[in-house]
Nanobody, 111 residues
Framework: QVQLVESGGGTVQTGGSLRLSCSVSGSGLRVDNMGWYRQAPGKRRELVATISFYAATNYADAVKGRFTISRDNAKNTIYLHMNDLKPEDTAVYYC?????WGRGTQVTVSS
């Protein structure tokens, strides 16, 4: 059974930083492209960033230059380093492996 478990969310002030982690477990699993998505209240879930097995990355325009996605293939874990956080970054952040979602972790940025 595949499981994605996120951690690292919390509440920070504007300009602060957080690091999210997502670990993947499941037998016989090749962890290929993975990504982070977010969903703010009343809004659709949106892409934040993706990373391939060989660490090619892609970012939403809203987070370019502030967020960095990375991965540790040996640990089947991806990370999202978030700097210069803004109130509009407030959302539940979800880890994604094609076909699977984590339960999400709340990020709240206070002004």
């Amino acid at each position: 059974q595949v499981q994605l478990v996120e951690s690292g969310g919390g509440t920070v002030q504007t300009g602060g930083s957080l690091r999210l982690s997502c670990s993947v477990s499941g037998s016989g699993l090749r962890v290929d492209n993975m990504g982070w998505y977010r969903q703010a209240p009343g809004k659709r879930r949106e892409l934040v960033a993706t990373i391939s097995f060989y660490a090619a990355t892609n970012y939403a325009d809203a987070v370019k230059g502030r967020f960095t996605i990375s991965r540790d293939n040996a640990k089947n874990t991806i990370y999202l380093h978030m700097n210069d956080l803004k109130p509009e970054d407030t959302a539940v952040y979800y880890c994604n492996l094609p076909g699977y979602w984590g339960r999400g972790t709340q990020v709240t940025v206070s002004s």
